[in-house]
T-cell receptor, first 113, second 113 residues
Framework: DVKVTQSSRYLVKRTGEKVFLECVQDMDHENMFWYRQDPGLGLRLIYFSYDVKMKEKGDIPEGYSVSREKKERFSLILESASTNQTSMYLC????????????FGQGTRLTVV | RKEVEQDPGPFNVPEGATVAFNCTYSNSASQSFFWYRQDCRKEPKLLMSVYSSGNEDGRFTAQLNRASQYISLLIRDSKLSDSATYLCVVTAPIYNQGGKLIFGQGTELSVKP
């Protein structure tokens, strides 16, 4: 079974802190994604990566950055956490190519106080 | 216009009912289509892929109409365990943003005894 693992289920951070969310997948997938999910807004893409060291901005990249130094790991960085970044963060991975399924991590619920 | 739009919810139906969800997408070059299911406080999981020829998996039937840019999901003989949020997912063309996944906002289904 494909496994996508996010480093934390719940996090509480203070405003202004630098926050790292880690995601690891074990199936050699090319594509990895970071989404945030908020009530009434659905899943919104923050960043995605289609290869090591390659990244593309999604719909809401402001205030975030990412790192993909190894194929299996995709990190989301909140440079200076703010209360409006309180959300559920979901990582996903999939093989490149048409028709391939995406697998999600269990999510990280981040609260910024 | 949103890239992927779904029926607003929630849908409240009795056990045994048939329920249909609709979804439209804006990019005619979209490549792949899926329905995902998300249970409360869980990550999304693939329910089924959607093909132009239509496909069926037990009580679930998915249809794709490329000409109308329309996707549907039909659930027959609803069970209590079908209660969840159903997410319509479309992938961007590979030549454009590497096949990123685009989610609709989701439609909440509640099946009552």
């Amino acid at each position: 079974d494909v496994k996508v693992t996010q480093s934390s289920r719940y996090l509480v951070k203070r405003t202004g802190e630098k926050v790292f969310l880690e995601c690891v997948q074990d199936m050699d997938h090319e594509n990895m994604f970071w989404y945030r999910q908020d009530p009434g807004l659905g899943l919104r893409l923050i960043y995605f990566s289609y290869d090591v060291k390659m990244k593309e901005k999604g719909d809401i990249p402001e205030g975030y950055s990412v790192s993909r130094e190894k194929k299996e790991r995709f990190s989301l960085i909140l440079e200076s956490a703010s209360t409006n970044q309180t959300s559920m963060y979901l990582c996903a991975s999939r093989l490149g190519g048409a028709g391939t399924e995406a697998f999600f991590g269990q999510g990280t619920r981040l609260t910024v106080v | 216009r949103k890239e992927v739009e779904q029926d607003p919810g929630p849908f409240n139906v009795p056990e045994g009912a048939t329920v249909a969800f609709n979804c439209t997408y804006s990019n005619s070059a979209s490549q792949s289509f899926f329905w995902y299911r998300q249970d409360c406080r869980k990550e999304p999981k693939l329910l089924m892929s959607v093909y132009s020829s239509g496909n069926e998996d037990g009580r679930f039937t998915a249809q794709l109409n490329r000409a109308s840019q329309y996707i549907s999901l039909l659930i027959r003989d609803s069970k209590l365990s079908d209660s969840a949020t159903y997410l319509c997912v479309v992938t961007a063309p590979i030549y454009n943003q590497g096949g990123k996944l685009i989610f609709g906002q989701g439609t909440e289904l509640s099946v009552k005894p």
